[in-house]
């Protein structure tokens, strides 16, 4: 005898393959991180340079991260600023003033990886030594942070930026080179 099938055992059974390949279609969505952000120093001052991809907004700042692995037990200190770029690369003075039509972001503390942890959420305003900052930033694609501390800033020359390699180093390259794989990635 063959098995008969109805329209309500075709839909029990296809559930499960649907909901399996949720997750793999959730995730192809998802852009990956750019390398679309770099440390440059002018005047002595550090400045994040960050490729908009000619979007019409973008983000780009600075963290303290050396306690990544304690989410929601130690402040997060940090400085933003956000706007709308005018220009295809943006170059802002950290802790300085933002570019035309951009602004200081307040900080804002948010929901912690656990259920009642807040994450407390600081201004920074200055580098300090022996401390790990990443710089990042945003616009149509995020961008790979890139980590330093102030003592990389001497290492990189008047046209030069510290660049991301990848997820997990970094490395000083001139300012042509970043700026011509960052539009690349656009």
């Excluded at 951009?102 to 200055?126: H, R, S």
């Amino acid at each position: 005898m063959m098995p008969t099938w109805n329209a309500a055992d075709m839909g029990k059974r296809r559930r499960p393959l649907i909901l399996l390949a949720l997750p793999l279609l959730l995730t192809a969505c998802t852009p990956p991180d750019e390398p679309l952000v770099a440390l440059a120093v002018q005047d002595g001052r550090p400045v994040g340079v960050l490729v908009t991809c000619d979007d019409d907004f973008a983000q780009l700042g600075v963290f303290e991260n050396d306690h990544p692995d304690e989410p929601g037990q130690r402040p997060l200190i940090k400085w933003d600023v956000s706007g709308q770029p005018t220009t295809e690369v943006v170059e802002v003075t950290l802790f300085g003033q933002p570019p035309e039509g951009w602004e200081v972001d307040e900080p804002v503390d948010f929901p912690g990886p656990e259920p009642g942890v807040e994450v407390d959420v600081q201004l920074l305003t200055e580098l300090r030594p022996g401390v790990t900052y990443s710089l990042d930033g945003s616009s149509r694609r995020k961008a790979i942070s890139v980590d330093f501390t102030l003592a990389d800033l001497p290492r990189i020359g008047p046209d030069q930026v510290l660049a991301p390699r990848g997820h997990d180093d970094t490395k000083v390259v001139s300012r042509e080179t970043f700026l011509r794989k960052a539009r690349d990635k656009c």
